[in-house]
């Protein structure tokens, strides 16, 4: 036999081509899995944000502290590397909306936001807003009513 056999080019390389085309899968795959987790990483981010500064709006309201409600809380969701909006109602009940904006392709969805609130045990939220009694922050800054978290 010359070792010519009947139809062995047809098929040559196509092992390959496969192979090429399961990796490429397997790294698109691992590609959204990997925003998922920097989704939800970012989402625990600003729920720890928005906790922490609720209760430190809340160490002011109750005595605990000194200065402003919402530039302290402000100041404790800055240094966990988030945006906030503060507000105080009538109670005492500091209101805290975190927003954390995840890294890489999860970023281009928008930042994690989550709420938080916080106060003296027993008390009610009143109906009185912390936009309406004038005591909103945004980032430590005063800001307009239905500013949106950027």
């Known amino acids: 036999m010359s070792g010519s056999r009947r139809g062995a080019g047809d098929d040559a390389g196509s092992g390959s081509v496969v192979a090429v085309g399961v990796c490429a899968a397997l790294l698109s795959l691992l ?14 981010r600003a729920e720890s944000a928005a906790d922490l500064a609720a209760l430190a709006g809340a160490d002011v ?22 945006a906030v909006v503060c507000g105080v109602d009538a109670a005492g009940v ?12 999860a970023g281009l969805l928008g930042p994690a936001r989550a709420t938080a609130r916080a106060g003296q045990a027993g008390a009610q ?18 800001a307009p009513a239905g500013t949106a978290i950027q």
Request: net charge positive.
């Open 125 to 142: 939220p009143g109906a009185q807003t912390g936009v309406e009694a004038g005591a909103q922050a945004t980032s430590g800054e005063a």
């Open 31 to 44: 590609l959204v899995v990997l925003a998922l987790v920097t989704a939800v990483v970012a989402r625990h």
């Open 94 to 105: 500091v209101t805290v909306t975190a927003a954390v904006r995840p890294v890489g392709l």
């Open 61 to 82: 309201v109750v005595g605990r502290a000194t200065g402003d409600v919402c530039a302290r809380a402000a100041a404790v969701a800055r240094a966990e590397g988030a």
